[in-house]
């Protein structure tokens, strides 16, 4: 079976750094393009960045910030945070897939707050 | 960037029909946005039901369906059952980046 566990949120002050990890297992993980998605308490769904080959990419609301990376020798699926905002308050979900491969999986998520 | 838009909320009848639509500021949704459909039950994570337009995942239910139609992209529920009273989101994809419209809570009364 697909398992995605994220873990590395918590409580943060703004201008701070998180780094959150995604570990994956019961697929072939250098294979597929993996994605962040994050829901803010109460609100919509918002990408925040997706891995695919070599390229990366980032919504405009968290470029220049978050750096995404994977270390395909672990299966696991990183997101760097830096220069944390109070906006940036949400549950971070690890998605399989992204460009060229289907989103399917989810994470259940990793809370991160903001907060002074 | 690009705004999706999609119908704050609908309700359908049990064993009703209920089409959501999805649609996007810069014009009609095409296929090359890769349209995607989710549902997202209160305190759970978000579960994948049409990629591709029209595209389903194995555990994606019979009734549901997608297509394009009117400049849109839609998902269609027929027959509605209790346990699909949820909120859905679709995303579109615009070169190099992803947006999702800003759900909708489907309520089955």
């Known amino acids: 079976d697909v398992q995605l566990l994220e873990s590395g949120g918590g409580l943060v002050q703004p201008g701070g750094s998180l780094r959150l990890s995604c570990a994956a297992s019961?697929?072939?993980?250098?294979?597929?393009?993996m994605t962040w998605v994050r829901q803010a308490p109460g609100k919509g769904l918002e990408w925040v960045s997706t891995i695919s080959g070599g390229s990366t990419y980032y919504a405009d609301s968290v470029k220049g910030r978050f750096t995404i990376s994977r270390d395909n020798s672990k299966n696991t699926l990183y997101l760097q945070m830096n220069s944390l905002r109070a906006e940036d308050t949400a549950v971070y979900h690890c998605?399989?897939?992204?460009?060229?491969?289907?989103?399917?999986?989810w994470g259940q998520g990793t809370l991160v707050t903001v907060s002074s | 960037q690009a705004v999706v838009t999609q119908e704050p909320s609908l309700t359908v009848s049990p064993g009703g029909t209920v089409t959501l639509t999805c649609g996007s500021n810069?014009?009609?949704?095409?296929?090359?946005?890769?349209p995607y459909w989710f549902q997202q039950k209160p305190g759970q994570a978000p579960r994948t039901l049409i990629y591709d337009t029209s595209n389903k995942h194995s555990w994606t239910p019979a009734r549901f369906s997608g297509s394009l139609l009117g400049g849109k992209a839609t998902l269609t529920l027929s027959g509605a059952q209790p346990e699909d009273e949820a909120e859905y989101y679709c995303?579109?994809?615009?070169?190099?980046?992803?947006?999702f419209g800003g759900g909708t809570k489907l309520t089955v009364l």
């Open positions: 810069t014009g009609a949704v095409t296929s090359g946005h890769y």
């Open positions: 998605v399989k897939g992204g460009w060229g491969t289907p989103f399917d999986y």
């Open positions: 019961g697929f072939t993980f250098s294979s597929y393009a």
């Open positions: 995303l579109l994809s615009y070169n190099g980046v992803c947006v």
